[in-house]
């Protein structure tokens, strides 16, 4: 359907979080991204997170088969250009994505009222660095600083910085509440 709809646009797939980090590295002149939060790997609002630290200058569309209004919120709060409904009629998903690439925003109107809890966690979580938000990861994974460490390759030392500032900005008293903020993103596209 988008290649009949946008002939003008060489189109890249990704079947997976980890071959859309791929594809991202391979094609920076990627211009849009439309991110399904039920992709395999990608962690629900987590990549979507990770994508906007990551490559900042390039907008989302969240893709999904759940248009719960609170989702449709969350992706707005978290960076998303705009979201599409799987069951959205091919001319209304054309029309959204003409929207964000021309610069401006597509959320169905439904959702323009904003959680004032959702903007404060959207603000805690973009202030993290990439790094950061990688350590976040790993620690709503369960693993150790000394695990952290190896698995990203950094010293033990800078991970436990790490792991203080997004403490700090996320306004968490311990690991085990910054887990379960991560994994309450993660499980949100479920909701």
Known sequence: MLHDRFPQFRIVEAAS??????????????????????????????????????????????????????????????????FISKSAAADDMSAAIDDVLSGDISFPSMVAERSEADAALAARLAQLTPQQFRVLLCIADGLLNKQIAHELGLAENTVKVHVTAILKKLECYSRTQAAVLVKSLENDHEV
Do not use: C, K, W
């Open 17 to 82: 979080a980890q071959t859309l980090g791929a594809a991202m590295q391979e094609n920076p002149e990627i211009e849009l991204v439309l991110l399904d939060l039920a992709m395999p790997g990608a962690r629900g609002f987590s990549s979507l997170l990770h994508l906007r630290g990551e490559y900042a200058q390039v907008p989302v569309i969240i893709i999904s088969s759940n248009d719960d209004p609170r989702i449709i919120r969350r992706a707005q709060q978290f960076g998303a250009a705009g």
